[in-house]
């Protein structure tokens, strides 16, 4: 073994001095960003008692997005950008709960997409109920035992959500207060090697969007459908030659290993959540608005609409029809497009519907989102 030299040593030294002189740096910085950090919670909390003085909202996402906005064209880096935003999250996130612990009901169990859209949405500093099922979801707003709700809306693979689509027929008092969207990665997790996997755990829409890549990679494993992510990990967690499909934050929570990480079969995959609430969201300038409406069963009854838009210059930015189960037989058309309700083109826009449908339901106006995850 060669000895160090007196140069070695010095190196040495100097290093350990730098190291140190470093680490010095960033305590006295953290004290800074904790004390900026108390001081924007303080200012949070006065804000919060105005509102309360006027019966406003605790939970504005037009002034959450403004915040994002801010702070995203702002920064200069190395920090990027979703680590910026899940940074702010949580800042928000407890300032909110010194005003008040909102309580969020979402569908599934923990670790659910519908759980991470809602950790996505409000934070950690919360309290999350799990229901199990859409409809009680809607339910447990409706009678405010909650103060939101989070549900699927739609997915870049399979399409619309039609239980959420059905629940706002049924209470289109309800409003869509915000979204999100995230993109979705599967990861198969298991605590055998690959070829000794022979039944592959999932929910039914992880097993769809990740059916080539388990027929190609585990082609004698059986694929069966559980009621809930959380289910699926607990039986790759207990069952010899089981393996889950199923998030990265599932995979940690569990302990159980990520043998192949983002299998899904198409790459853009991307799920849109509602939150759902009673409250109206403000303007941003860069909204959307969800309506639901029912046309006459006449030919060229649903051109006359998209007409409406055409000549507004409305962007729709979402269409999807379903079968109306109550009622005589027909079609609703559930759509969402640029603008606010507060927008004098949008306000025209919908006089228009009004006059060319039985039926319209304006669901909200929300601030647009980014794609997460």
Same mark, same amino acid.
């Given at each position: 073994m060669a000895r160090k030299t007196d140069s070695d040593n010095a190196v040495a030294t100097r290093s350990a001095s730098s190291l140190k002189h470093l680490r010095s740096t960033i305590d006295k910085l953290d004290l800074q960003i904790l004390k900026l950090v108390n001081e924007r919670a303080s200012l949070a909390s006065?804000?919060?008692? #105005?509102? &309360?003085?006027?019966?406003?909202?605790?939970?504005?996402?037009?002034?959450?997005?403004?915040?994002?906005?801010?702070? $995203?064209?702002? &920064?200069? %880096?190395?920090?990027?950008?979703?680590?910026?935003?899940?940074?702010?999250?949580?800042?928000?996130?407890?300032?909110?709960?010194?005003?008040?612990?909102?309580?969020?009901?979402?569908?599934?169990?923990?670790?659910?997409?519908?759980?991470? !859209?809602?950790? @996505?949405?409000? %934070?950690?500093?919360?309290? +999350?109920i799990g229901v199990g099922s859409i409809p009680a979801v809607f339910e447990e707003v409706n009678r405010s035992h909650v103060d939101f709700g989070v549900v699927p809306?739609?997915? !870049?693979?399979?399409?619309?959500?039609?239980?959420?689509? @059905?629940?706002? =027929?049924?209470?289109?008092?309800?409003?869509?207060?915000?979204?999100?969207?995230?993109?979705?990665?599967?990861? $198969?997790?298991?605590?055998?090697?690959?070829?000794?996997?022979?039944?592959?755990?999932?929910? /039914?829409?992880?097993?769809?969007?990740?059916?080539?890549?388990?027929s190609k990679n585990v082609p004698y494993a059986q694929q069966i459908?559980?009621?809930?992510?959380?289910?699926?990990?607990?039986?790759?967690?207990?069952?010899?030659?089981?393996a889950a499909v199923a998030s990265r934050h599932a995979a940690v929570h569990f302990?159980?290993?990520? $043998?192949?990480?983002?299998?899904?079969?198409?790459? &853009? *995959?991307? =799920?849109?959540?509602?939150?759902?609430? =009673?409250?109206? /969201?403000?303007?941003?300038?860069?909204?959307? =608005?969800?309506?639901? +409406?029912? #046309?006459?069963? *006449?030919?060229? !009854?649903?051109? *006359?609409?998209? @007409?409406?838009?055409?000549?507004a210059k409305v962007n729709l930015t979402w269409i999807e029809s379903f079968p109306a189960r109550a009622g005589k037989p027909s079609y609703l058309f559930f759509i969402d497009f640029e603008g606010h309700t507060d927008d004098p083109k949008v306000k025209r826009v919908l006089s228009s519907l009004q006059e060319d449908c039985e039926e319209v339901s304006v669901l909200g106006s929300f601030p647009m989102s980014t794609v997460s995850g």
């Amino acid at each position: 073994m060669a000895r160090k030299t007196d140069s070695d040593n010095a190196v040495a030294t100097r290093s350990a001095s730098s190291l140190k002189h470093l680490r010095s740096t960033i305590d006295k910085l953290d004290l800074q960003i904790l004390k900026l950090v108390n001081e924007r919670a303080s200012l949070a909390s006065e804000i919060g008692r #105005v509102k &309360n003085d006027h019966g406003s909202e605790v939970f504005s996402p037009s002034r959450e997005e403004e915040v994002y906005q801010n702070v $995203l064209e702002n &920064n200069k %880096g190395p920090l990027d950008p979703a680590t910026i935003r899940a940074i702010y999250r949580e800042i928000m996130s407890g300032a909110r709960m010194l005003q008040k612990v909102l309580k969020i009901a979402y569908l599934g169990p923990e670790y659910s997409l519908s759980h991470l !859209a809602a950790v @996505e949405r409000f %934070g950690q500093q919360v309290e +999350f109920i799990g229901v199990g099922s859409i409809p009680a979801v809607f339910e447990e707003v409706n009678r405010s035992h909650v103060d939101f709700g989070v549900v699927p809306l739609e997915n !870049a693979a399979d399409g619309s959500a039609f239980d959420t689509l @059905e629940m706002f =027929t049924r209470m289109p008092q309800l409003r869509i207060v915000a979204e999100v969207r995230m993109h979705v990665h599967h990861h $198969l997790i298991a605590n055998c090697e690959q070829q000794q996997i022979r039944r592959v755990y999932a929910k /039914s829409q992880a097993l769809s969007q990740c059916r080539s890549w388990l027929s190609k990679n585990v082609p004698y494993a059986q694929q069966i459908e559980v009621s809930s992510t959380a289910a699926a990990v607990r039986l790759a967690q207990q069952e010899p030659g089981a393996a889950a499909v199923a998030s990265r934050h599932a995979a940690v929570h569990f302990n159980v290993p990520i $043998l192949f990480q983002n299998i899904e079969d198409y790459p &853009n *995959n991307e =799920t849109r959540f509602a939150v759902v609430g =009673t409250q109206e /969201s403000d303007k941003t300038g860069h909204d959307k =608005t969800a309506v639901l +409406f029912r #046309v006459p069963h *006449n030919p060229g !009854a649903l051109v *006359n609409v998209l @007409e409406g838009f055409k000549s507004a210059k409305v962007n729709l930015t979402w269409i999807e029809s379903f079968p109306a189960r109550a009622g005589k037989p027909s079609y609703l058309f559930f759509i969402d497009f640029e603008g606010h309700t507060d927008d004098p083109k949008v306000k025209r826009v919908l006089s228009s519907l009004q006059e060319d449908c039985e039926e319209v339901s304006v669901l909200g106006s929300f601030p647009m989102s980014t794609v997460s995850g």
